[in-house]
Antibody, heavy 119, light 111 residues
Framework: QVQLQESGPGLVKPSQTLSLTCTVSGGSISSGSYYWSWIRQPAGKGLEWIGRIYTSGSTNYNPSLKSRVTISVDTSKNQFSLKLSSVTAADTAVYYC???????????WGQGTLVTVSS | QSALTQPASVSGSPGQSITISCTGTSSDVGGYNYVSWYQQHPGKAPKLMIYDVSNRPSGVSNRFSGSKSGNTASLTISGLQAEDEADYYCSSYTSSSTPKVFGGGTKLTVL
């Protein structure tokens, strides 16, 4: 059973960079034809796709965040990471990592981690 | 504004059936058989309930079913139970600038 776990600071100051890591267990991040995505959800609001990475390193980003987002992968650690620069209060949200399968399927999700942007 | 349109809320009594719609365009819902539905309870991560329009992952109750007509996909829950009360999100593959898009979510209340 694949499991994902997000980790990183829960509080980030405005204008700084938000950094999160997703650790995948129960299977190799390199096996199968999967992308690995980051998705966020502000309190009381819907889901917003941030971006994704393939184990080859190929990435896709949400155009609305593209200038601030970097997603990377470390296959040796079975992890992938998110960096979001120049954060503001609008970036406060629960951040999820998820396995991104064929079509529209996110079949495995992390439990989510709340990141608050505040001074 | 979300790319896919869902009703903000639906409700039903235990034992009844409800349907949640998800309307997109020919560039997403209407163009591909890649629509998924997710259930999210408060404070929890979304859970995949339906994929590829009408397929259920292992372990998901057969009370949940999906369908699609034109640019609108639907999730039907039959035999409503109290535990079904949650938020539901649809997602579709899209040919636009992002590979997948979400709906705005629908809050299901079991009366």
């Amino acid at each position: 059973q694949v499991q994902l776990q997000e980790s990183g600071p829960g509080l980030v100051k405005p204008s700084q960079t938000l950094s999160l890591t997703c650790t995948v267990s129960g299977g190799s991040i390199s096996s199968g034809s999967y992308y690995w995505s980051w998705i966020r959800q502000p309190a009381g609001k819907g889901l917003e796709w941030i971006g994704r990475i393939y184990t080859s390193g190929s990435t896709n980003y949400n155009p609305s965040l593209k200038s601030r987002v970097t997603i990377s992968v470390d296959t040796s650690k079975n992890q992938f990471s998110l960096k979001l620069s120049s954060v503001t209060a609008a970036d406060t949200a629960v951040y999820y990592c998820a396995r991104d399968g064929v079509g529209a399927t996110y079949d495995y999700w992390g439990q989510g981690t709340l990141v608050t942007v505040s001074s | 504004q979300s790319a896919l349109t869902q009703p903000a809320s639906v409700s039903g009594s235990p034992g009844q059936s409800i349907t949640i719609s998800c309307t997109g365009t020919s560039s997403d819902v209407g163009g591909y058989n890649y629509v998924s539905w997710y259930q999210q309870h408060p404070g929890k991560a979304p859970k995949l309930m339906i994929y590829d329009v009408s397929n259920r992952p292992s372990g998901v109750s057969n009370r949940f079913s999906g369908s699609k007509s034109g640019n609108t996909a639907s999730l039907t829950i039959s035999g409503l139970q109290a535990e079904d009360e949650a938020d539901y999100y649809c997602s579709s593959y899209t040919s636009s600038s992002t590979p997948k898009v979400f709906g705005g979510g629908t809050k299901l209340t079991v009366l």
